[in-house]
């Protein structure tokens, strides 16, 4: 599987709204409803911010939002946090218990 | 508090072999199926393996298929990874994630800190 296409960059001001694409094809993102986000900080672990497209685990805040429509998904952050600044990648199950991430989207909060 | 915590990276020469390890706590761990996901240096995160929760059932990607082994042991909550006929490509950090479901990964929902494997001369 090829990775899923994401912008390598992304900006924004505190207090404004940013939304992160992440587009695949029928065999992943448009063909199932797991896609999931994660925000990776500089030297740590990936933390899940979105699964199953829409849904946040407890503790994310619910500025993260994630939406799909075909073959993209997005994730928005609104109401930008200094704290957002990271990393931030996609993923997507595609079958055959195979998953594919993005190339990922570093998000700078100006 | 579910945690992974990840071991035995270092490095390795071209052609050599290296075993990961992951031990897990805070969660019943043979009711997660697991994965290992790796980042080259400077770049993204691409998934190398997944497993189970009874390990019955693995799978790979194909750029680390016939060379890698996933396992686990449940009676010790430790996932493995069995590397060999390393290349300099391999190089990154491993990390040892947990899946939501038990017999398939769709969503990671825990991530170690990872392990660094250089592969070089």
């Known amino acids: 599987q090829s990775a899923l296409t994401q912008p390598p960059s992304a900006s924004g001001s505190p207090g404004q709204s940013v939304t992160i694409s992440c587009t695949g094809t029928?065999?992943?993102?448009?063909?199932?409803?797991?896609v999931s986000w994660y925000q990776q900080h500089p030297g740590k672990g990936p933390k899940l911010m979105i699964y199953?497209?829409?849904k946040r685990p407890s503790g994310v805040p619910d500025r993260f939002f994630g939406s799909k429509s075909g073959t993209t998904a997005s994730l928005t952050v609104s109401e930008l946090q200094t704290e957002d600044e990271a990393d931030y990648y996609c993923?997507?199950?595609?079958?055959?218990?195979?998953?594919?991430f993005g190339g990922g989207t570093k998000l700078t909060v100006l | 508090e579910v945690q992974l915590l990840e071991s035995g990276g270092g490095l390795v020469q071209p052609g050599g072999s290296l075993r990961l390890s992951c031990a897990a706590s805070?969660?019943?761990?043979?009711?997660?199926?697991m994965s290992w996901v790796r980042q080259a240096p400077g770049k993204g995160l691409e998934w190398v393996s997944g497993?189970?929760?009874?390990?019955?059932?693995?799978y790979y990607a194909e750029s680390v298929k016939g060379r890698f082994t996933i396992s686990r042991d449940n009676s010790k909550n430790t996932l493995y990874l069995q590397m060999s006929s390393l290349r300099a490509e391999d190089t990154a950090v491993y990390y040892c994630?947990?899946?939501?479901?038990?017999?398939?990964?769709?969503?990671?929902?825990?991530w170690g800190q990872g392990t660094l494997v250089p592969v070089s001369s």
């Open positions: 199953e497209v829409t």
């Open positions: 497993i189970s929760g009874s390990g019955g059932t693995t």
């Open positions: 993923s997507s199950y595609a079958g055959s218990g195979h998953v594919v």
């Open positions: 805070g969660f019943s761990f043979s009711s997660s199926a």
């Open positions: 029928s065999g992943d993102v448009g063909g199932y409803n797991y």
């Open positions: 994630a947990k899946a939501t479901m038990t017999t398939v990964v769709k969503t990671l929902d825990y």
